[in-house]
């Protein structure tokens, strides 16, 4: 599927529109998703722009998904997130926290001037994960929207992966298949590497938990967590298929939300 076609871009995306037709939307569920992402190493066989690409990807299968007329809007992604815990890598192009907070909440700001009540961040980058968490709240209590996580069942069928690795986490068969599926060409399988760290054997000590600070270098050699030898297009296709069609289930789910249901009933 090309990139910047289908109902993602031709009929959801909310930059596309005038101000006349952005102020005459209907606004009472819309929902506007601001994908996040990164520009950062993913070892030698991948492209930087990796992070975004996949987020894009994805949001265009999604979108194909939703029903006809869902008010579901999409803004351009922020490519650039905070990676560094890729310093040091060739091509990788941070921000610090502090700006990457204060773009977030200058968008949201200016999305509550424009009207919109709903905001939710995709985000494809595990480095932005604890610092859009934390500012989903603060762009609450700062401008009254209500803001999610678009979060989606991202379990891989063991039918097609049958032993997915613990740290395919970067770079890996699961990355490299969706980049494949994405952009074939963009991709070096003749530098395709094999690495996945060792986890530690204690339970204070676990990576998914993040019991201690790290950074790439202390992960991988190679800038990969995983084994970006097995990936196939095949797999990028199936997995966007089937992450895609439940992205777009989250997504009108939110839409059918109301924060205020979550109040008792009672005195």
Same mark, same amino acid.
């Given at each position: 599927?090309?990139?910047?076609?289908?109902?993602?871009?031709?009929?959801? %995306?909310?930059?596309?529109?005038? &101000?006349?037709?952005?102020? =005459?939307?209907? +606004? *009472? $569920?819309?929902?506007?998703?601001? #994908?996040?992402?990164?520009? =950062?190493?993913?070892?030698?066989?991948?492209?930087?722009?990796?992070?975004?690409?996949?987020?894009?990807?994805?949001?265009?299968?999604?979108?194909?998904?939703?029903?006809?007329?869902?008010?579901?809007?999409?803004? #351009?992604?922020?490519?650039?997130?905070?990676? *560094?815990?890729?310093?040091?890598?060739?091509?990788?192009?941070?921000?610090?926290?502090?700006?990457?907070?204060?773009?977030?909440?200058?968008?949201? +700001?200016?999305?509550?001037?424009?009207? %919109?009540?709903?905001?939710?961040?995709?985000?494809?980058?595990?480095?932005?994960?604890?610092?859009?968490? @934390?500012?989903?709240?603060?762009? &609450?209590?700062?401008?009254?929207?209500?803001?999610?996580?678009?979060?989606?069942?991202?379990?891989? $069928? !063991?039918?097609?992966? #049958?032993?997915?690795? *613990?740290?395919?986490?970067?770079?890996? =068969?699961?990355?490299? /298949?969706?980049?494949?599926?994405?952009? =074939?060409?963009?991709? $070096?399988?003749?530098?395709?590497?094999?690495?996945?760290?060792?986890? !530690?054997?204690? !339970?204070?000590?676990?990576? +998914?938990?993040?019991?201690?600070?790290?950074?790439?270098?202390?992960?991988?050699?190679?800038?990969?967590?995983?084994?970006?030898?097995?990936?196939?297009?095949?797999?990028?296709?199936?997995?966007?298929?089937?992450?895609? +069609?439940? @992205?777009?289930?989250?997504?009108?789910?939110?839409?059918?939300?109301? @924060?205020?249901?979550?109040? /008792?009933?009672?005195?």
């Amino acid at each position: 599927m090309n990139r910047y076609t289908g109902k993602a871009w031709d009929a959801h %995306f909310l930059p596309r529109l005038s &101000r006349k037709q952005v102020a =005459e939307l209907d +606004k *009472t $569920d819309a929902l506007v998703v601001l #994908p996040v992402a990164a520009i =950062e190493q993913h070892g030698p066989h991948l492209p930087v722009y990796t992070d975004t690409l996949i987020n894009e990807t994805m949001l265009t299968y999604a979108f194909e998904a939703l029903p006809e007329g869902a008010p579901v809007w999409l803004i #351009p992604a922020l490519s650039y997130g905070k990676s *560094t815990e890729h310093l040091g890598h060739p091509g990788t192009i941070t921000l610090s926290a502090t700006t990457l907070m204060a773009v977030v909440m200058d968008i949201a +700001k200016s999305l509550k001037v424009s009207g %919109f009540r709903k905001l939710a961040f995709y985000n494809t980058h595990g480095g932005n994960v604890d610092l859009l968490n @934390m500012m989903a709240r603060e762009i &609450r209590i700062e401008t009254g929207l209500a803001v999610y996580q678009v979060q989606f069942d991202r379990s891989v $069928d !063991p039918a097609v992966i #049958p032993n997915e690795p *613990t740290l395919d986490i970067h770079g890996g =068969e699961v990355e490299t /298949s969706l980049v494949l599926a994405s952009r =074939e060409h963009w991709v $070096d399988m003749d530098e395709a590497p094999d690495e996945i760290s060792s986890l !530690p054997a204690s !339970p204070n000590l676990q990576f +998914k938990n993040k019991a201690f600070a790290w950074v790439m270098n202390d992960l991988s050699a190679s800038g990969i967590c995983g084994n970006a030898q097995l990936a196939t297009a095949a797999l990028g296709e199936h997995l966007y298929e089937r992450w895609g +069609k439940a @992205m777009a289930a989250t997504l009108m789910e939110l839409v059918r939300f109301d @924060m205020t249901s979550l109040r /008792s009933k009672g005195e």
